[in-house]
């Protein structure tokens, strides 16, 4: 287990990485030093060879509270601001646009940046007891930066009910309205989880870095541009070694040896 400021992290033999928000203390805000310590573990495990995926989760009662407002309350400027919410931003990117599928393991509570860190990664599970929430309102601070990973993963209505009442909701509806892929009991969390990732795991890593990569782009683009752009990937995955390998092994009846190129 390797550690960071607030962050600890681990590699497994079969490649899933695991990212643990560890500052129990502050409910594992995403404080300025947080978001800088994930900001390098991320770019560690992009350049990382025997990563494949990421499970990320909070040690303690819960996920994340979202940003530190005993922090927030002692900047007395506005780039102390502007460096916060830009480090933060710059960190759900990195999340975004990472080679490498990123799942977050949620219990406790999940609120406003902590909400925004689940919805910015690829998939996302949790304890049939959690909540989430984007509270800000509440103290006179709408929810703007997290808006943006929430309303592209959750319908606007539903996106703009969190954010307009502050409200929290349960994994039961979090899971209807798509901010998570499941709930599981606290007893079945880990192994749920992680047998997601192992699977996962088991592709090749190439073409998990294809799929993800064109999946977000596709999404900001018009019909006809996301067919035209989704061709040319397909075009170049097909002309991979995995690709020949994966179609060989499917006609061949026997379980790929992926390469990774």
Not at 46 to 62: A, L, M, P, Q
């Amino acid at each position: 287990m390797t550690k960071f400021k607030n962050i600890k992290f681990s590699i497994s033999d079969e490649g899933v990485a695991r990212v643990i928000l560890d500052d129990p203390k502050t409910y594992n805000s995403l404080s300025i030093v947080t978001i800088n310590s994930l900001l390098s573990v991320f770019k560690i495990l992009n350049d990382d060879e025997k990563s494949k995926v990421i499970i990320i989760e909070g040690s303690g009662k819960g996920f994340s509270a979202g940003h530190n407002l005993k922090e927030i309350q002692l900047f007395k400027n506005r780039s102390s601001y502007k460096k916060l919410f830009t480090h933060c931003s710059k960190l759900m990117l990195k999340i975004v646009n990472h080679k490498k599928p990123i799942i977050a393991k949620i219990h406790g509570a999940s609120f406003a940046a902590g909400c925004q860190l689940i919805a910015s990664c690829d998939l996302a599970y949790s304890t049939s007891n959690a909540i989430f929430a984007t509270p800000g309102v509440n103290i006179g601070l709408f929810c703007s930066t997290p808006m943006v990973a929430l309303s592209r993963k959750v319908n606007r209505k539903d996106s703009m009910k969190m954010l307009l009442t502050g409200e929290p909701i349960r994994a039961s509806h979090a899971k209807e309205i798509g901010l998570i892929n499941e709930f599981f009991s606290d007893k079945k969390l880990e192994n749920e989880v992680v047998k997601i990732a192992k699977l996962i795991a088991s592709k090749s890593n190439l073409v998990l870095k294809f799929g993800k990569n064109a999946f977000y782009k596709q999404l900001e683009m018009p019909l006809d541009k996301a067919y035209k752009y989704t061709s040319e990937i397909m075009v170049k995955n097909m002309m991979s070694r995995d690709a020949k390998e994966g179609i060989n092994a499917f006609l061949e009846k026997r379980s790929p040896v992926w390469k990774n190129r």
